[in-house]
């Protein structure tokens, strides 16, 4: 099992960046994939971001290519979401999450493990 806290949310005026963190207890980190998933107000969790266990490979929404990075450091048991070019639409909880399968990363399905959730607002 393994337990996940997200850091690093905050409010941010639009064309800023922010880094998000979400780090895990245990020991086997790296025998997960992980993924960032955001959801606002009103709407459904969607997906934003996945990362491979050993971090060679990674995958991004549609609406964060080009902006967002996902990468993770299994010495230290983190995985981050660097945030660039914030746009209002962004704003949501944004939620980091753990996978035992390296497969269906990109749907909620797909993850054993969530955190908490850290709050990204963005101001126009």
């Known amino acids: 099992q393994v337990q996940l806290v997200e850091s690093g949310g905050g409010l941010v005026q639009a064309g800023g960046s922010l880094r998000l963190s979400c780090a895990a207890s245990?020991?086997?980190?790296?025998?997960?994939?992980m993924g960032w998933f955001r959801q606002a107000p009103g709407k459904e969790r969607g997906f934003v971001a996945a990362?491979?266990?050993?971090?060679?490979?990674?995958w991004n929404a549609d609406s964060v290519k080009g902006r967002f990075t996902i990468s993770r450091d299994n010495a230290k048991n983190t995985v981050y979401l660097q945030m660039n070019s914030l746009k209002p639409e962004d704003t949501a909880v944004y939620y980091c999450?753990?996978?035992?399968?390296?497969?269906?990363?990109?749907?909620?399905?797909?993850?054993?493990?969530w955190g908490q959730g850290t709050q990204v607002t963005v101001s126009s």
């Open positions: 999450a753990a996978a035992n399968s390296g497969s269906n990363l990109a749907v909620r399905d797909g993850y054993d493990y």
């Open positions: 245990g020991r086997t980190f790296s025998s997960y994939a």
């Open positions: 990362i491979s266990r050993s971090g060679a490979s990674t």
